[in-house]
């Protein structure tokens, strides 16, 4: 019988491969059915992506709603019908922007802001994807959502082309927000049309690029049954108080019990004496009542 595998893998994707070519290779090379990954990056991009091996993949609900942070490369002079570099590109006719002005441009853009999402994204318009939509050439009605975006900083900036100039953004903001519409509108702002060239994410909620693993990394340890190497704690990340049960307040709660016990309202990581995830449980009026209990 293959060895139980639960962790969090935190991968750096690189350009190409979609974000579920990465959970095919994992679960081929692990043996376990159970894997996924706590949020699409387009194949074009590179970065931060979190995969969940295992029971793991039921704590995933729980990083949805991450912030994510984001590199990205943004080039004027011309618009994508995908909003980046592997769209049809058109020149826009008019004259390209300076630093000074996309410097003034982007304040429009952070905090709380109203985003039209890309025609070729996953949204759905009456039952169907937006880039099945798009790809059949109808114009997807897509409606504004409201997205935040807490950091959004220029960190470089290159006009050698003075025709084609591009600039480095630094961007933190919320689940849900499309990087290539922010290039895009920006550009739109500008007059001078703009698309997203390169993209690497560089934070998935608490899960940063400085701990990630390479695909050929992950690929060799994988391969030689070494797993247990990279894989992270199930509940890695996770932020909800700690929450210690001795051996017959586990048993109890194990079964999908109701708990008599004092703790803080609000979600909790319910542990046992040695340490180990026994359950997500909720808290309030000095009850726990367990959400997602693992097997021991």
């Not at 935190?10 to 994992?26: F, N, Q, R």
């Amino acid at each position: 019988m293959a060895e139980q595998l639960d962790g969090v893998l935190v991968v750096a994707k690189e350009p190409g491969p979609t974000s579920h070519d990465i959970v095919a290779l994992v679960r081929r090379l692990t043996g376990v059915k159970r894997v996924g990954h706590g949020g699409t990056l387009d194949p074009f991009a590179a970065g931060v992506l979190p995969v969940f091996v295992g029971h793991a993949t039921r704590l995933v609900e729980y990083h949805l709603s991450d912030t994510k942070e984001y590199r990205a490369l943004v080039c004027f002079g011309a618009r994508s019908t995908t909003d980046d570099l592997e769209g049809e590109l058109t020149s826009v006719d008019a004259p390209a922007p300076t630093r000074a002005e996309v410097e003034r441009a982007l304040p429009a853009f952070s905090g709380e802001i109203e985003q039209v999402p890309p025609d070729y994204s996953a949204v759905r318009v009456a039952g169907r994807k937006a880039y099945e939509l798009a790809r059949h050439g109808e114009k997807p009605e897509l409606r504004a959502r409201r997205v935040s975006v807490s950091r959004l900083e220029m960190t470089s900036w290159d006009d050698s082309d003075p025709a084609r100039p591009v600039t480095q953004l630094e961007i933190r903001c919320s689940a849900g927000t499309y990087i290539r519409a922010l290039a895009r509108d920006l550009g739109e702002r500008l007059g001078c049309g703009a698309y997203l060239g390169a993209l690497t994410r560089t934070a998935s909620g608490p899960f940063r690029i400085e701990q990630a693993h390479a695909l050929d990394a992950v690929r060799d340890v994988l391969t030689n049954g070494r797993a247990r190497d990279l894989l992270l704690p199930m509940d890695a990340g996770l932020e909800f108080p700690e929450l210690t049960l001795n051996a017959a307040e586990v048993t109890h709660l194990a079964r999908g019990q109701q708990l008599r016990r004092a703790a803080d309202e609000g979600l909790v990581r319910v542990i046992d004496e040695s340490g180990r995830l026994i359950a997500i449980a909720r808290a309030g009026n000095g009850v726990l009542q367990p959400e997602k209990v693992f097997p021991q």
